[in-house]
T-cell receptor, first 109, second 116 residues
């Protein structure tokens, strides 16, 4: 069993839909990253959070430390949101990132 | 702020040759940088942690002599793939942690290596 699990693995949505990607982890963490990877390969850090909720534009990330769960929401989705979204945790035992397998999001016009 | 660059973005080399990939933190200093490898449709795999002024810490299964890491300054780490083989073809990504504090990692755009 992976220490970081994401769901769903693949998600197809219509433009304008509200999207949720989930991340559960089994280790103690100091923080959690949500990353975005476009087909070209470059990775962008969308959020780093250790508690509560963060919002940036149409993106919202929440984390529940007690339940070891985080969600990434995209409101009013757009085809340019199509990418792989990766959850990565920084374990309290060190500085390494442990990655989820990623969620492939496709938003159709 | 917090920009990390990688060079080259793409490289094609012949089997048996060596190729160097650079990772630079452009607007911050980074004592610690990380090198990752990513196979198609898979997540990132940590290869090594690069520490300025000291030896890199390699993950289990990563050959130190094949993947040479040099972190000679607070803004530059290099990964040299020596005696490259086609199975070394992959996407290599670096990240860096800002010395001013925090655990956040800032990622480079990646380097696509193809060994023919």
């Amino acid at each position: 069993k992976n220490e970081v699990e994401q769901s769903p693995q693949n998600l197809t949505a219509q433009e304008g839909e509200f999207i949720t990607i989930n991340c559960s982890y089994s280790v103690g963490i100091s923080a959690l990253h949500w990353l975005q990877q476009h087909p070209g390969g470059g990775i962008v850090s969308l959020f780093m959070l250790s508690s509560g909720k963060k919002k940036h534009g149409r993106l919202i990330a929440t984390i529940n430390i007690q339940e070891k769960h985080s969600s990434l929401h995209i409101t009013a989705s757009h085809p340019r949101d199509s990418a792989v979204y990766i959850c990565a945790v920084i374990e309290t035992s060190g500085s390494r990132l442990t990655f989820g397998e990623g969620t492939q999001l496709t938003v159709n016009p | 702020g917090a920009v990390v660059s990688q060079h080259p973005s793409r490289v094609i080399c012949k089997s048996g040759t060596s190729v160097k990939i650079e990772c630079r933190s452009l607007d911050f200093q980074a004592t610690t940088m990380f090198w990752y490898r990513q196979f198609p449709k898979q997540s990132l795999m940590l290869m090594a942690t690069s520490n300025e002024g000291s030896k890199a810490t390699y993950e289990q299964g990563v050959e130190k002599d094949k993947f040479l890491i040099n972190h000679a300054s607070l803004t530059l780490s290099t990964l040299t793939v020596t005696s490259a083989h086609p199975e070394d073809s992959s996407f290599y990504i670096c990240s860096a942690r800002d010395n001013r504090g925090g655990v956040e990692q800032y990622f480079g755009p990646g380097t696509r290596l193809t060994v023919t």
